[in-house]
């Protein structure tokens, strides 16, 4: 192998996932009977509590040193977590999002207030993951500022034909307040783990969407200087036991992705003045690119993301250890944590695999891992 790095207790540990699990049945029925008016808030919860619990368990049985709550309360990865910020409205368009060979549920969010975070319902649900998280960390996955800057405003048509704020500048002010809020109510409930999930750097990054922005007139450095900025501000004050880690995503909707390129555009930029903790990177594909962009890496970890969620064909475990080894000729070796490259469900929908598959996905990376770095069972 000709590799060999320490074992890591605190986040961002050896073994990672992103956070997102496939929905069971169970869950997935209850929605849908929620929906139509035949069962109550509460028997959905109640259900949803069970099915978090029985998951929570498995991710401590697979091996891993923190658990999330599979988002399973959600529809979406981002637009439940905005939609509950004040000032934020969630409404149908005429069209979903265009994946590479699929359509997602035509809805999105706009900033249609003044921006706020006061009584928000993931506040409950990171409650809840963290009573019975027991002695492994509770990880809390939320959308990234930029996200909220750039779907429900700046690329968002009901905001700019009306818009709330009278600049730019002005609306990023209140993203950071809302956002600085957000992360101080998780700390202070007990959460020392926050990822930031953000697709903008993944078409920051594509050659075609950046190509798209140019001929609007925007200028994509600036901009991504404006989403680095809004990351940095909301949490620049952070305690030091609070960990933060950045998910860098292409997109991922029934195993499709929305955008492609390696990370060179955008890597000086994100990589050089980003204060994670840690970036989630995608590299399952060569749709990613090569590690060479890691050389901007300041003192960040860098998860690799070197198994697709997106089908069931296990990675050849030899490889993904000579992609380790090949990646940390950039990163030193333990700097470097390993993963799946997305989440099984970023959407209710799920990715078009088994659940026998996401289950065997996570033991790859949890073996690969071990062998890397050693025993990660907890001290």
């Known amino acids: 192998m000709g590799i060999k790095g320490e074992s890591r207790h605190v986040a961002p540990f050896r073994a990672e996932v992103v956070g997102s699990f496939l929905r069971p049945d169970s869950i997935k029925e209850a929605r849908k009977l929620h929906q139509s008016g035949f069962l109550s808030d509460d028997e959905l ?58 359509d997602t549920k035509a809805e999105t969010v706009y900033v249609s207030g003044k921006l706020d975070f006061t009584n928000h319902p993931m506040l409950e649900d990171f409650k809840f993951l963290k009573s019975i998280a027991g002695d492994h960390v509770a990880k809390m996955t939320i959308p990234s500022p930029s996200m909220l800057y750039m779907v429900g405003a700046l ?52 050659k075609e969407y950046r190509q798209g922005y140019i001929d609007q ?25 609070l960990k933060i880690g950045l998910h860098v995503c292409h997109g991922n909707f029934r195993s499709s992705w929305f955008s492609s390129g390696g990370y060179e555009p955008v890597a000086k930029i994100l990589f050089g003045n980003a204060k994670v903790d840690a970036f989630f990177l995608e590299y399952d594909t060569d749709r990613n690119g090569d590690f060479a962009p890691l050389r901007f890496i300041q003192d960040q ?56 598959d996401q289950w065997n996905k996570l033991k790859l990376v949890v073996d690969s891992a071990n062998k890397v770095w050693g025993n990660l069972n907890l001290a």
């Open 45 to 102: 919860r109640d259900i949803e509590n069970d099915e978090i619990k029985k998951l929570v368990q498995k991710q401590k049985d697979a091996g891993l040193q923190f658990v999330t709550d599979g988002e399973f309360r959600r529809a979406w990865w981002h637009l439940d977590f905005l939609e509950g910020l004040d000032g934020v409205t969630k409404y149908e368009v005429e069209e979903g999002y265009h994946f590479h060979d699929v």
């Open 155 to 206: 690329i968002d048509s009901r905001y700019n034909e009306n818009p709330v704020y009278e600049s730019n500048e002005a609306l990023r002010a209140d993203i950071v307040k809302t956002y600085r809020k957000a992360v101080a109510a998780f700390y202070d409930l007990g959460c020392r783990y926050l990822q930031l999930d953000d697709t903008s750097w993944g078409v920051f990054a594509s």
């Open 217 to 241: 007139g925007i200028d994509v450095d600036e901009l991504c200087f404006d989403c680095v900025n809004l990351i940095n501000d909301i949490i620049g004050d952070r305690p030091d036991d």
């Open 301 to 356: 970890f860098v998860v690799l993301g070197l198994i697709t969620t997106k089908h069931a064909e296990l990675e050849n475990q030899d490889l993904i250890i000579e992609r380790i080894k090949e990646a940390s000729q950039y990163v030193d070796i333990n700097k470097l944590c390993l993963s799946p490259q997305c989440g099984f469900a970023s959407t209710e929908e799920g990715n078009l695999i088994t659940h026998e």
